[in-house]
């Protein structure tokens, strides 16, 4: 009899035949996004014989997430983290996603611009600094680097080692009343629970290294971190940055998620994320999905 694993193995095989050139993101079609519009110029035949095969890989793995992903998110609960300028229907889509999956989005975390471009270390270390005395001790390491401190302050905030999540506290509320009052970050919903498993999806670049340590950070608190991009991101921009950084070995990242096939290995990388798993996924990774 065919094991879960093996049929897992064998769709993954096929993902990664899909997955050459142009299906998750490779030569000239990889920043063609969710949505095609009435403006798209005309293409040759190659590209559409290109655009075929990536819609069949869409469709493809959005029929076999059943299988690849099944209910493993049920009971579960997922905070998304999302940087300036994300894509607002990719961040509608994979809500949807975790949803689908039998899983929960607690809330949506921003992180602004004042944050993650990398120009306010000193208002960055001095409200971090402020933050950790009022919390328990241990709870923070005092001693990490000022992003790497703010990321666990933003793990306080919006995770837990608890798959079902939490209800918010005093602390967290205190965390992220702080954060939006400095305008570092801000919360659709000021009272939502913590959750188990948190998904950074990225939006443009930003100081690669800046956002390294916060993930990192986050990774200390929190039960599960995946942090997401696009294919752009991950050949020379921020996520490729923080695939480079030295907080790499920590972090569970994917990429080419602007398509189908791509969300679909973010959602198999959360089932993981709380096992430990880190590594490198996607098309520009150093795998096609983490299996475990």
């Known amino acids: 009899m065919i094991t879960y694993r093996h049929h897992v193995v064998s769709l993954v095989a096929v993902f990664l035949a899909l997955a050459v050139g142009v299906v998750l993101g490779g030569g000239p079609l990889a920043e063609r996004t969710l949505e095609a519009t009435d403006d798209t110029p005309s293409t040759s035949a190659s590209e559409e014989r290109a655009l075929e095969q990536a819609a069949y890989g869409d469709a493809f793995?959005?029929?076999?997430?059943?299988?690849?992903?099944?209910n493993r998110l049920d009971g579960r609960t997922v905070a998304v983290v999302t940087t300036p300028g994300v894509d607002e229907g990719l961040v509608t889509a994979v809500t949807a996603d975790v949803t689908d999956r039998g899983g929960e989005v607690t809330a949506r975390f921003d992180l602004l611009e004042t944050l993650v471009d990398g120009g306010s270390t000193s208002l960055v270390d001095t409200l971090g600094t402020q933050l950790v005395t009022e919390l328990d001790?241990?709870?923070?390491?005092?001693?990490?680097?000022?992003?790497?401190?703010?990321?666990?302050?933003?793990?306080?905030?919006?995770?837990?080692?608890?798959?079902?999540?939490?209800?918010?506290?005093?602390?967290?509320?205190?965390?992220?009343?702080?954060?939006?009052?400095?305008?570092?970050?801000?919360?659709?919903d000021d009272e939502a629970d913590r959750a188990g498993l948190v998904l950074v999806l990225l939006g443009d670049d930003?100081?690669?290294?800046?956002?390294?340590?916060?993930?990192?950070?986050?990774?200390?608190?929190?039960?599960?971190?995946?942090?997401a991009g696009s294919t752009s991101s991950a050949r020379g921009g921020t996520l490729a940055g923080v695939r480079e950084s030295s907080a790499?070995?920590?972090l569970l990242t994917v990429d080419g998620v602007q398509r189908p096939l791509g969300r679909i290995t973010a959602l198999v990388a959360l089932t993981v994320a709380d096992e430990g798993q880190t590594g490198a996924y996607g098309p520009d990774g150093d795998g096609p999905v983490p299996l475990g």
């Open 137 to 188: 001790a241990g709870t923070v390491d005092r001693g990490a680097s000022s992003y790497v401190r703010l990321g666990q302050l933003l793990g306080l905030a919006v995770g837990t080692t608890n798959a079902g999540g939490v209800a918010a506290d005093l602390d967290t509320s205190t965390i992220r009343d702080s954060l939006a009052g400095a305008d570092l970050a801000t919360s659709s």
């Open 61 to 70: 793995a959005e029929a076999a997430a059943q299988r690849l992903v099944g």
């Open 248 to 250: 790499a070995d920590t």
């Open 206 to 227: 930003t100081d690669p290294d800046v956002l390294a340590a916060i993930a990192s950070g986050v990774s200390a608190i929190a039960g599960g971190v995946v942090v």
